[in-house]
């Protein structure tokens, strides 16, 4: 996966009845974390982060 704003990434592991999305940065820690029920998940989308002019 690419690094975005602050060397943070994201890490995505599927299963067969959850989802789960991290947020991680550069060392591995765990920033945020979400869980989901993987037959109510449709698509799971970064969205870009606004630059400072």
């Known amino acids: 996966m ?3 704003r602050a060397g943070r990434r994201i890490e995505v ?7 789960e999305v ?3 940065t550069r060392t591995g ?3 945020r ?4 029920m ?12 606004e630059e400072a002019a």
């Not at 592991?13 to 989802?19: A, E, G, L, N």
């Not at 974390?33 to 989901?36: I, V």
């Not at 993987?38 to 982060?49: D, I, S, T, Y």
């Open 2 to 4: 690419r690094a975005n």
């Open 13 to 19: 592991k599927t299963s067969r009845s959850t989802v």
């Open 38 to 49: 993987a037959p109510r998940v449709l698509a799971v989308v970064e969205h870009p982060v």
């Open 29 to 31: 820690r765990v920033v």
């Open 33 to 36: 974390s979400a869980r989901f």
């Open 22 to 24: 991290n947020e991680l």
